[in-house]
């Protein structure tokens, strides 16, 4: 089955720098890659999601990009916030079916 | 809408006993699914629901049983419950086969097995 590595696994920025989190998927048929966000005691929640056939996206300070060949993808959030703190998870869907397979999870920590 | 709404928030069970945990959602989504979350080990699918009266395994099924009755319910059975099915237990759901890819999830049952 799918298998999707993501890293880094903690992440501590300054407020006001970037972050950066990437993550890699096996399944050369995967078409769907969303990202979440999970605050303290709350369910994920999507924050942005990028088709096969689009090569980026960005909503105001976050962007995706996605490379097919090399099977990655990356969220990039800029001018970090401490409101940005939180637990991000990437995943991807298979071609075949609907079901999502998630990374282990970034921990972002934005320091004031 | 109230979303999807998962009962209780927080569960204490002995070895052995069972359980029900609910989940409810109100956007007549035909895609519904069961995760649980561990420390370090993200998200991982346990059941799942494509429609009324069709469901099928995960990636971690065993010991958890769901039945979907309605479009708006699918409940997580634990039929004798064991330590390692200590987690915080997310039900997800969304409308892929209409365009809705984003899975809407819950807000979680912690469950505690001693």
């Known amino acids: 089955g799918e298998n999707v590595e993501q890293h880094p696994s903690t992440l501590s920025v300054q407020e006001g720098d970037s972050a950066v989190i990437k993550c890699t998927y096996s399944?050369?048929?995967?078409?769907?890659f969303p990202w979440y966000k999970q605050e303290l005691g709350k369910g994920p929640q999507l924050i942005i999601d990028?088709?096969?056939?689009?090569g980026e996206k960005k909503d105001q300070r976050i962007a995706v990009t996605l490379n097919k060949t090399a099977k990655h993808f990356s969220l990039h959030i800029t001018e970090t916030q401490p409101e940005d703190s939180a637990v991000y998870f990437c995943a991807s869907r298979g071609g075949s079916n609907y079901k999502l397979t998630f990374g282990k999870g970034t921990l972002l920590t934005v320091n004031p | 809408n109230a979303g999807v709404t998962q009962t209780p928030k927080f569960q204490v069970l002995k070895t052995g006993q069972s359980m029900t945990l609910q989940c409810a959602q109100d956007?007549?989504?035909?895609?519904m699914s069961w995760y649980r979350q561990d420390p370090g080990m993200g998200l991982r699918l346990i059941h799942y629901?494509?429609?009324?009266?069709?469901?099928d395994q995960g990636e971690v099924p065993n010991g958890y049983n769901v039945s979907r009755s309605t479009t708006e319910d699918f409940p997580l059975r634990l039929l004798s419950a064991a330590p390692s099915q200590t987690s915080v237990y997310f039900c997800?759901?969304?409308?892929?086969?209409?365009?809705?890819?984003?899975?809407?999830f819950g807000p979680g049952t912690r469950l505690t097995v001693t």
């Open positions: 629901s494509v429609g009324a009266g069709i469901t």
């Open positions: 997800a759901s969304s409308a892929p086969g209409r365009g809705g890819d984003e899975q809407y």
């Open positions: 956007m007549n989504h035909e895609y």
């Open positions: 990028i088709r096969s056939n689009v």
């Open positions: 399944d050369s048929a995967s078409n769907y």
